[in-house]
């Protein structure tokens, strides 16, 4: 049986750190909640209108119900948070994006300590929070165990725990690099370019998925180091 997740929104609580390695945290990148999520959905308001970014985007509207039948991950978007909007905008929308003070470029969406799932909006340390590049999710539990909760997928069903087999039955135009990370040493990636400048980046371990980013500037692997050094 499937362990459905948390509601989005009651899992959103402050980091006081942001992980190097969703395999291999150091202590400083130990997620630190104030409480467990909880275990059922809560419910929500109305959505509001989606902002004229967000429109022109096509972006979907802001859900924080995991349970709900939306594929969480698009090719520019995590669950109506759309690359090309700015942290405020996202905000607008409902979506919980906290930013560490440390990283203010770094807009924390999912934050989930049980059983290990963080989704984070990444903009440019240049001009922190002013426009969405891309998303990461990470997974601190063994990938094996993902299969067991109701996870974020792309609209073709890949979510951490696929098998490399998987993703490239699902898109067969995909390639595969291997890059030295400045940060995290050797990385191997299946990447499946989804338009002329996004693409998703699918992190392989033992031939599992283990890690997911998605959207600009990755097309030739990463995100490369870590994103919230201390």
Known sequence: ????????????????????????????ATPVVSESPSPSPTPTEASPAPSETASALDCPIWTDDLDEEVTAIGPISFAGVCVGQSFDEARATTAPVETPEQCPWYGQIVQMEEPGLYVSALSDPASPGERINFFILYWYANPEDAASYEMPTTPEGITIGSRVEDVLAAYPDATEVTFEDIARGTRTQIIVPTSATTTYNFDI????VTEISWGEGLSSGGPNGDLCAL
């Open 1 to 28: 049986m499937r362990i459905a997740l948390a509601s989005l929104a009651a899992a959103a609580l402050v980091l006081t750190g942001c992980s190097s390695s969703p395999n291999e945290p150091s202590d400083s």
């Open 205 to 208: 371990n033992a031939g599992t």
